[in-house]
């Protein structure tokens, strides 16, 4: 069976299933699938038995438990649920929003999509994928209807992050938000580099996305307060663009231009726009939309 990010390992975990808090948001049958063995907790570093590397994704989203679920059905392929108790409902949505715009939407949970064989969406402070490695109409039902089931023990949905209301509205790429921590989470998405020159901790948070008009970048960090901010740019400038370190904007490329403001408590960054005017356009609209 194929895990979201990696080949799911079977290694046992060292918890028991009635450990888990979440047993009740898994159903016993969905259709004709019904629950195979015992649903397998990994807790912190056990999630490296289930899943090799691509458990720093969830771990860099500070996830607390995994609980994974087989169904098997008697002539169909088998089916499997992961359900991840990320903590908080902001790290629910972050590690959604690494993965999404893999499928169209469906209305599961919050921000669903489905695709070929899976289905992930999170809801409270929970992140959830069902998938299937034998995709037809019987099995993307299931999938779907044990998503809902899920979806409705959860019950309660999630607050997303403040510091999305700062982005402007309309303008960039929905699928392309992507809400972060850590430099880790970020280099995946847009490489600054092996050094943090962002500063980018546990008291930090951070959104990258794509702008519509012309396929830009826009980053924006929220720091605990302006000194921070204010220190997190200067670093940021003098290690990544020292070519610009006066203004703070410079030509990486040819028709490439980045540009760096610190504003109140947040830095904002803007990558890869075709010329110098609209650069700075971008930041300075976006720095009244600041709180």
């Not at 540009?259 to 075709?274: L, T």
């Amino acid at each position: 069976m194929i895990s979201l990010l990696l080949l799911c390992s079977l290694i046992a975990p060292s918890i028991t299933p009635d450990q888990s808090l979440m047993q009740p948001l898994l159903p016993l049958s969905i259709h004709q699938w019904k629950a195979f063995g015992e649903s397998r907790p990994y807790a912190g570093q056990e999630i490296f038995g289930y899943m090799d590397g691509a458990g720093e994704v969830y771990r860099a989203y500070d996830y607390r438990e995994l609980l994974t679920q087989r169904y098997v059905h008697p002539s169909q392929g088998e089916i499997l649920a992961e359900i991840f108790d990320m903590g908080s409902s902001r790290n629910a949505f972050g590690v959604f929003t690494y993965m999404q715009g893999r499928g169209p939407a469906v209305e599961i949970g919050q921000d669903g999509e489905y695709k070929n064989g899976l289905l992930c969406f999170w809801r409270g402070k929970y992140f959830v994928c069902v998938m299937t490695d034998n995709e037809n109409e019987p099995a993307r039902e299931a999938i779907l209807e044990l998503g809902v089931k899920v979806s409705e023990a959860i019950g309660q949905d999630g607050e997303k992050p403040e510091i999305l209301h700062s982005l402007p509205k309309g303008r960039y790429l929905p699928n392309s938000l992507r809400y972060f921590r850590g430099k880790d989470i970020l280099n995946t998405h847009y490489y600054l580099g092996e050094g943090n020159l962002l500063c980018l901790n546990e008291e930090t948070e951070g959104v990258l996305v794509r702008l519509n008009e012309d396929r830009s970048y826009l980053l924006l960090v929220a720091y605990p307060d302006t000194e921070k901010a204010d220190s997190a740019c200067s670093t940021f400038v003098a290690g990544y663009m020292p070519d610009g370190a006066n203004e703070g904007i410079v030509e990486k490329k040819p028709g490439k231009w980045t540009a760096c403001v610190a504003e109140k408590r947040y830095v904002a960054v803007v990558f890869d726009v075709p010329d110098r005017e609209r650069a700075v356009h971008s930041l300075e609209s976006l720095k009244g939309r600041l709180p």
